[in-house]
């Protein structure tokens, strides 16, 4: 089955990586999710991309530099609008709590090190590992993900083609390739497939890139706007 993940939820639409966006990806028909999980000052797990939070907040410092009581008297919702003025940073199990029962696949982002341990445990707590692909641009994070569990489905981010990676990546157990948008090839995706790994597209701009993506024999993409690549999912099966 195609994934469409609602990248950070619908984040064309709502404020990213917040339970607005997560229902309203849900609403547009995306039968996925992908977040990314940062760290706070109190080791508590919450859901942020930036490596500082000034683009969303307006303020100084980065997630790892408050405590998550901290975090929740800031406005993560206002950069999007006076309809999403105060709406609070999202824990991590929080955020697995809503929607780990669903019949949703997740991409789940480590944007921090040290944090691969307390993910996984989350994770575990939900039952949700077979629904969860994790996911980071650092083969070490990965790696250390594979030595704490054999099983868990990883996938690496990279704007990086070719074989000799497709190869390091079937070695080290990492089961998707995660290309940007603008380095998808048709024979390095087949060579994917022939080494058994699955591949999704990331990087998505624009409608364009949108239906490039789809020219490829890939299984799924994350996307900012999930309505317009499911309604051209629903016209491809019409035609």
């Given amino acids: 089955m195609f994934i469409n993940y609602a990248h950070r939820g619908a984040s064309e639409y709502a404020p990213e990586n917040t339970l607005a966006a997560f229902y309203m990806g849900l609403f547009m028909d995306a039968n996925g999710i992908e977040t990314d999980v940062q760290e706070t000052a109190d080791s508590r797990l919450v859901l942020f991309h930036d490596k500082t939070i000034e683009r969303i907040t307006g303020l100084k410092g980065a997630i790892k530099d408050y405590t998550y009581e901290e975090l929740l008297q800031m406005d993560f919702g206002i950069y999007k609008g006076e309809k999403y003025k105060k709406e609070p940073i999202v824990l991590f199990e929080e955020f697995l709590k809503c929607f780990s029962g669903k019949d949703l696949a997740f991409a ?132």
């Fill in 108 to 239: 789940i982002e480590l944007k921090a090190d040290g944090i691969e341990k307390n993910v996984l445990k989350a994770i575990e707590k939900y039952h949700c590992k077979n629904k969860v692909i994790v996911t980071s641009f650092s083969l070490l994070q990965l790696t250390n993900i594979r030595n704490f569990d054999k099983e868990i489905r990883l996938g690496f981010l990279t704007s990086d083609s070719g074989k000799e990676l497709i190869d390091d990546l079937s070695i080290k157990g990492i089961m998707q390739y995660c290309p940007k948008v603008t380095v998808l090839d048709a024979d390095i995706i087949a060579y994917a497939r022939q080494k058994g790994l699955s591949i999704r597209a990331w990087g998505i701009a624009d409608e364009n890139d949108m239906r490039a993506a789809l020219s490829h024999d890939i299984d799924g993409m994350t996307i900012n706007f999930p309505d317009k690549l499911a309604g051209e999912i629903r016209k491809t099966l019409n035609d």
